[in-house]
């Protein structure tokens, strides 16, 4: 295998300076372009690359995006990461991307591996223990480093940066409404993710659009443990006498589906189900589940554009704002 040669070693065969070699690899309009050939066609018999660290050095900037996400296995990271990816890549930023598995400990880690291995910046979705720990320290030393950092979705309002979320109190009382429309009068708002700031701001929406409507009413169940959830959802559903299932995320969601299966509930007919998060559990479901699209890509996306433009533009005294995604109802077989 041929090994591999440094800016230097090229400037000494060609007996070129090293700025002259630096600059006929950028087509300089300062050299020749007989000397610029020259140089090109050695740096491709040597399958040349200019040294990561170096231009990074020089630079000050690693054209490199940390990324810290809750999950992968959740279908709205998945899709979130996508946009991520792919905007960056438009820019010609490269991802690093951490999972902290809902972990504050491992969140800490990676923050602090990610910035000591100097990324620009960071896009961040908060761990569901971070959230109900309140701890929010290493996001503090980011900002005291004047590293910029962008939140999506999982955010807080005690970390200073600029913030993407989808707009999940109004997606939540537009979903409460659309069951009252369509005959529904006993609704049950559900969810495995109570402790997140996504399902409490869910919950508000779900109460505003009972109290709109007087002729309804509302249940509330936070199911804890992941382990139990199907007994539990069977067992809520045996014991509660409701017409609809909100589920404030997909599992919920897909759960109740299968459980009001179990218990011999027609769906919709019986029990009508709407779920958040657009995602495979909602179209492979039985009947496919009516949900809130929260359009992860586009999440992602402008999370990502946000960061890029602010470390293509680096402006101290840019004030930080929060961007609203708007979600979508997509009606399915679960409701009428």
């Known amino acids: 295998m041929r090994k591999k040669v440094t800016l230097k070693q090229l400037a000494k065969e060609l007996n070129l300076s090293i700025s002259t070699v630096s600059k006929s690899l950028k087509n300089d309009p300062e050299i020749s ?15 040349y690359k200019p040294n990561a660290l170096a231009v990074s050095l020089k630079s000050n900037k690693t054209k490199t995006i940390g990324i810290i996400l809750p999950e992968i296995l ?4 998945a ?41 620009d910046g960071f896009i961040v979705a908060l761990s569901q223990e971070t959230q109900v720990l309140n701890k929010f320290d290493h996001y503090q030393d980011l900002k005291r480093d004047d ?62 659009a009972i109290q709109e409507n007087e002729e309804a009413s509302l249940v509330e169940f936070v199911f804890e443990d992941s382990n139990i959830v199907e007994a539990e959802i069977e067992k809520f559903l045996k014991n509660n006498d409701i ?26 007919e019986e029990i009508s189900v709407i779920g958040f998060t657009d995602g495979l559990l909602s179209q492979h479901s039985y009947p496919k589940l009516t949900t809130v699209s929260q359009h992860a890509e586009d999440l992602g996306a402008k999370a990502a554009r946000i960061l890029v433009s602010h470390l293509d533009n680096f402006n101290e005294n840019q004030k930080t704002k929060t961007e609203v995604v708007k979600t979508s109802l997509i009606i399915r077989d679960s409701t009428n």
Not at 74 to 77: D, E, V
Not at 81 to 90: P, V, W
């Open 243 to 268: 017409d609809a299932v909100l589920g404030l995320d997909e599992t919920a969601a897909a759960v109740a589906i299968n459980m009001s299966h179990k218990l011999g509930y027609k769906i919709p």
């Open 147 to 208: 590293v910029p950092v962008v939140m999506f979705d999982r955010v807080s309002d005690e970390i200073d940066c600029d913030k993407v979320i989808v707009d999940d109190k109004v997606a939540s009382r537009n979903a409460i409404q659309y069951l009252i429309d369509t005959g529904c009068k006993k609704i049950a708002a559900i969810t495995t993710i109570g402790g997140l700031s996504v399902a409490k701001l869910r919950f508000e929406g779900a109460r505003e």
């Open 74 to 77: 959740n279908h709205f990271f």
């Open 79 to 119: 899709k979130a990461l996508f946009g991520i990816e792919q905007e960056a890549s438009k820019s010609g930023y490269k991802i690093v991307t951490c999972i902290t598995n809902e972990s504050y400990k491992k969140e800490v880690e990676y923050v602090e591996m990610l910035n000591y291995s100097s990324v």
């Open 33 to 47: 372009q007989k000397t610029i050939n020259r140089v090109h066609e050695l740096a491709s018999f040597y399958n």
